[in-house]
C-alpha cells in the first residue's frame, strides 16, 4: 500500500513538473486520495457464518464497494488464531470464548459484530432421547473452547451441568464424528457441515445453539485495523451485507457451490441441508457477550476485569 502511494505520489510530482507548476491543487489531493483503493485482510473458517462472506467474494461486491479483500481460508481455529496474533490478518469470524482467550494473551482485538454460526450437539446412541439422557454418558470434545461452553448452557436448560457428563478429549471434529458412528461414545458436538452429514448418517440432533439462543460465533477485528483502517472494514460490511441481500433472495441451489467449495457441504447431503436464517451485520448481544465471559472466568480462561466498551466496538453504530 505504502509503496503504491509513493509511486502515485512520484507520478503527480513529475506531472506538475512537466506543467510548470510547483504544487498541486488541493482538489486533485482530494480526487486522488478518493481513489485510493482500500485494502485488507480476512480470516474466515469453513462454516455457515462465513457464507455472505464467500457470497461477496464471487459476487464482486468487496470489488464493488471499492475493497481489495486479502480473504484467508483456514481449517484449524489454531491456525487461524497464530495468523491473527503474528498481524497476518486484520480480522477474522470467530467466537466469544475465543476472543477472552485473545485478550488473556493480550491480543488487541475487538468484537465488531455476531455471525450467523450455529452449534449441533449430536448422538448415536439409541438410548439417548434427550439431553437428560447425557447424564453419566461419554461426551467427545475440546475443553475451554466455544462447543465446550454450548454443551455446559445446552445441558443446564435441562438441570444437568457439564459435569454430571462423562468427558473425552477429541479436538479434532472429523475423530469425534468417528468416534460417534462407532458409538464410541455418546454424543459430540459439531458445527455445519458436520451437523448435516450426521443426520444424513441417521444421527440424532438433540440441540441446536441457535434454537437455544446461545450465541457464540463472532467477526473481530485487531484494535488497530479498526483506527488506522476504518474505512475498509466499513466497505468489508457493506459487501457482507450485499451477500446477505443476495442470500435471501435466491434459492440454496444457486450457490449451492459455493457451500461445497468453502465449507465442504457435498452433493449427497443437498437436501438435508438447513441454513441459519442470515441477517444484515449488528453487534453481539451484550448479554451473550456477558455470559460467556463469565464462563470463560469461571473455567480460568480470562479472570481480569473488563468493560463491555473494551471488547465491542461500536463501527456498525456509527454513521
Known amino acids: 500500500m505504502h509503496k503504491k502511494l509513493l509511486l502515485a505520489l512520484i507520478s503527480v510530482s513529475v506531472g506538475t513538473l512537466l506543467v510548470g507548476c510547483t504544487t498541486q491543487p488541493k482538489e486533485e489531493k482530494t480526487k486522488q486520495k478518493s481513489e485510493e483503493k482500500l485494502e485488507l485482510s480476512f480470516g474466515a473458517m469453513p462454516a455457515v457464518d462465513s457464507l455472505p462472506v464467500y457470497i461477496a467474494e464471487k459476487e464482486g461486491y468487496f470489488k464493488e464497494q471499492g475493497l481489495n479483500l486479502d480473504l484467508q481460508r483456514f481449517k484449524s481455529p489454531k491456525d487461524r488464531d497464530a495468523a491473527l496474533s503474528s498481524g497476518h490478518l486484520d480480522g477474522a469470524n470467530s467466537d466469544l470464548i475465543a476472543v477472552s482467550t485473545y485478550r488473556a494473551g493480550k491480543l488487541p482485538i475487538q468484537i465488531t459484530s455476531q455471525s450467523s454460526g450455529n452449534f449441533s450437539i449430536l448422538t448415536n446412541d439409541p438410548a439417548v432421547k434427550t439431553l437428560k439422557d447425557l447424564k453419566g454418558k461419554k461426551v467427545g470434545y475440546a475443553k475451554n473452547q466455544a462447543p465446550y461452553y454450548f454443551l455446559d448452557q445446552a445441558v443446564q436448560t435441562e438441570g444437568l451441568f457439564v459435569e454430571d457428563l462423562g468427558f473425552e478429549e477429541v479436538p479434532q471434529i472429523p475423530v469425534r464424528m468417528e468416534l460417534l458412528q462407532n458409538k464410541k461414545i455418546a454424543a459430540t458436538v459439531v458445527p455445519e457441515p458436520f451437523r448435516t452429514i450426521g443426520i444424513a448418517n441417521g444421527m440424532m440432533e438433540l440441540a441446536d445453539s441457535q434454537k437455544l439462543d446461545i450465541q457464540t460465533t463472532v467477526f473481530a477485528f485487531?484494535?488497530?485495523?479498526?483506527?488506522?483502517?476504518?474505512?475498509?472494514?466499513?466497505?468489508?460490511?457493506?459487501a457482507y451485507?450485499?451477500?446477505?441481500?443476495?442470500?435471501?433472495?435466491?434459492?440454496?441451489?444457486?450457490?449451492?457451490?459455493?457451500?461445497?467449495?468453502?465449507?465442504?457441504?457435498s452433493k449427497q447431503v443437498k437436501d438435508k441441508v438447513s441454513l441459519p436464517n442470515y441477517e444484515h451485520a449488528k453487534q453481539v448481544d451484550e448479554k451473550q457477550l456477558k455470559?460467556?465471559?463469565?464462563?470463560?472466568?469461571?473455567?480460568?480462561?480470562?479472570?481480569?476485569?473488563?468493560?463491555?466498551?473494551?471488547?465491542?466496538?461500536?463501527?456498525?453504530?456509527?454513521k
Open 241 to 265: 451485507n450485499q451477500g446477505v441481500d443476495y442470500l435471501e433472495k435466491h434459492d440454496m441451489t444457486e450457490f449451492y457451490d459455493v457451500l461445497e467449495k468453502n465449507i465442504g457441504f
Open 291 to 318: 455470559s460467556a465471559f463469565e464462563w470463560s472466568a469461571a473455567q480460568g480462561i480470562y479472570t481480569e476485569k473488563w468493560q463491555v466498551s473494551d471488547v465491542l466496538n461500536p463501527l456498525l453504530a456509527e
Open 222 to 238: 485487531s484494535e488497530k485495523s479498526l483506527k488506522e483502517n476504518k474505512a475498509a472494514i466499513q466497505a468489508f460490511y457493506r
